[in-house]
């Protein structure tokens, strides 16, 4: 009689909630500077002090630095409005911080990347992703003046949001939600529709990478806070911060987009949008706040 063939199981080592790398996208650098500040309703905006402000030289932009610094170097480093006008915002304003604002309700907190490390066959989750935190309306907020260091100023776009799932937090209690799907390719979440709990579940060696937008309310406000998330694994499951870097100092302000903003660039100068740099007089606050329909 044939001896009976036993069927082997390959041993699996259980996955454990430390198998997870969590890696945050740290904010973005602008080597061109700029300052926003949100002036308060009743500050007198005529009081603001026009003036020329030296520009940064054109031929900054033509040359190839090793580092940010030395750019920064050339440019002076300035924001682009004199002591004076600081001075005045100082005192009759508030600073935003750069590079944060809300959309369509929506404030971008972070972009993390999720990976699962471990060597084990089996799966985790990362889910429950919450916010806790407080958002402070600035009520006596009006329109921006934005202090820039250069006459024809220009951004960068972000890179790496493209294969990002979003994932809408709640400014109150409640779980995170999947927004729209990715931008471009595929991502671990493309069945799972808009509006579900936002859930990720890595099998050992994938990745998968989620763009955190808190739903705001306010035009204008402060914001102090954190991000949690909890991380499921078959030995066990923890609690995990988010690390957020449009909050590293504790404490930020955003604005909501689109707003009235006075350009203030060496002065900016009148008329604007002419050519001809050499035949142009400086703005008067009041030509500046009519151009932008501010009165």
Not at 38 to 66: H, T, V, W, Y
Not at 223 to 232: D, P, Q
Request: hydrophobic fraction near 40%; include cysteine; charge should be negative.
């Amino acid at each position: 009689m044939p001896a009976t063939q036993l069927a082997i199981a390959t041993p699996t080592m259980p996955v454990s909630p430390e198998g997870l790398s969590l890696e945050v996208i740290p904010r973005t650098e602008m080597i061109i500077t700029s300052e926003t500040w949100i002036i308060k309703s009743g500050a007198n905006a005529q009081e603001f002090p026009i003036e020329s402000a030296p520009l940064a030289s054109l031929s900054c932009m033509r040359k190839d630095f090793q580092t940010i610094k030395a750019h920064e170097d050339c440019l002076g480093s300035r924001k682009g409005c004199t002591p004076a006008q600081r001075a005045w915002l100082e005192k009759n304003a508030v600073l935003a911080t750069e590079n944060l604002y809300a959309v369509d309700g929506k404030l971008g907190i972070g972009q993390v990347t999720l990976t699962n490390t471990s060597k084990s066959s089996q799966s985790l989750s990362f889910k429950d992703l919450r916010w806790e935190g407080v958002v402070t309306p600035i009520d006596d907020a009006g329109f921006g003046i934005a202090c820039t260091n250069f006459n024809d100023w220009s951004g960068g776009a972000t890179a790496g949001n493209a294969n990002s799932r979003e994932v809408l937090l709640p400014s109150d209690a409640g779980t995170g939600i999947f927004g729209g799907p990715s931008l471009y390719g595929e991502d671990l979440t493309r069945h799972i529709p808009a509006g579900r709990p936002a859930v990720f579940n890595l099998a050992a060696g994938e990745t998968s990478r989620a763009q955190l937008d808190l739903k705001v309310a306010p035009k204008v406000a402060s914001i102090t806070g954190r991000a949690l998330a909890t991380v499921i694994a078959s030995d066990g499951e923890k609690e995990v911060q988010i690390p957020l870097p449009a909050l590293e100092s504790g404490k930020a302000v955003f604005i909501t987009m689109p707003m009235p903003l006075l350009a203030i660039d060496g002065g900016t100068a009148c008329p604007q949008g002419s050519a001809k740099y050499a035949a142009r007089t400086i703005c008067s606050i009041q030509q500046l706040m009519s151009g932008n329909h501010l009165g």
